[in-house]
């Protein structure tokens, strides 16, 4: 008789934490009954249109295929360009590719009369240079929505499940140096440049300027890493 096979039990906090159902996720590290930090909430409305919108979180595993697809349509709308100018260059199957990565959660910014995708953000927490971190992969907003604190609110997720994970101590993220406006939108909210962040080289006698910025925004002291 063939021994049943058992999964390995998570053996870390951000394990532990990426192998939460959404809703697990939701109670544990965002909303406020639990969460040390919170600023969760399922409904926003537009400050000057007054138009209604939906919050929600889910896992690709949990997203419907339509919606997948409007937030890749959504990245290829406000960034694509970047990424065509950039020495990586644009390739559509390995960002679905990444955008399918099990362990992301997507929150999702949908418009409540029609259901059309107008925004999201996508994170994980994870290990960055053996640093425990959340990465925010993606934070895309539709044009009538830029500007209008929803942004910031969104990336005020990020920063509550960094407070409310440890060993977590800092959000990270990647922009383009060509990306002007989002450069000042993070600053605006405390990133700064990250100490792994490419620098200028030389190769063959010519300087290779990076064309991509990381930066962080620390949330605790190392010593308060647990």
């Known amino acids: 008789m063939m021994k049943s096979k058992r999964?390995?039990?998570?053996?870390s906090p951000i394990e532990v934490a990426n192998r939460k159902t959404d809703e697990e996720f939701?109670?544990?590290?965002?909303?406020?009954?639990?969460?040390?930090?919170?600023?969760?909430?399922?409904?926003?409305?537009?400050?000057?249109?007054?138009a209604k919108y939906t919050i929600?979180?889910?896992q690709p595993a949990n997203l419907k295929q339509e919606d997948l697809d409007a937030c890749f349509d959504l990245l290829v709308e406000t960034s694509k360009k970047d990424?065509?100018?950039?020495?990586?260059?644009?390739?559509?199957?390995?960002?679905?590719?990444?955008?399918?990565?099990?362990?992301l959660r997507y929150v999702l910014v949908k418009e409540e009369e029609t259901g059309?995708?107008?925004?999201?953000?996508?994170?994980?927490?994870?290990y960055e240079e053996g640093e425990p971190v959340v990465y925010c992969y993606e934070?895309?907003?539709?044009?009538?929505?830029?500007?209008?604190?929803?942004?910031s609110l969104l990336m005020s997720f990020l920063t509550a499940v960094a407070v409310n994970l440890p060993p977590i101590t800092k959000v990270m993220l990647t922009c383009f140096l060509?990306?002007?406006?989002?450069?000042?939108?993070?600053?605006?909210?405390?990133?700064?440049?990250?100490?792994?962040?490419?620098?200028?080289?030389?190769?063959?006698?010519?300087?290779?300027?990076?064309?991509?910025?990381?930066?962080?925004?620390?949330?605790?002291p190392d010593s308060e890493s647990y």
Do not use: C
Not at 26 to 39: G, R, V
Not at 144 to 151: E, F, S, V
């Open 178 to 220: 060509s990306n002007a406006r989002g450069l000042a939108f993070y600053r605006k909210l405390g990133f700064e440049r990250d100490d792994i962040s490419p620098v200028p080289r030389i190769l063959r006698g010519k300087v290779i300027e990076p064309d991509y910025l990381i930066m962080s925004k620390r949330i605790r």
């Open 26 to 50: 939701i109670a544990d590290y965002l909303l406020p009954d639990k969460a040390k930090e919170s600023s969760w909430v399922t409904a926003w409305t537009h400050p000057r249109t007054g």
């Open 139 to 151: 934070v895309h907003l539709k044009p009538d929505l830029q500007g209008t604190g929803l942004g």
């Open 116 to 126: 059309e995708l107008r925004g999201f953000t996508s994170l994980m927490p994870t």
């Open 83 to 103: 990424y065509e100018n950039s020495a990586g260059r644009w390739h559509p199957d390995k960002k679905l590719n990444e955008m399918r990565s099990p362990e």
């Open 56 to 58: 929600s979180l889910a």
């Open 7 to 11: 999964s390995r039990a998570a053996t």
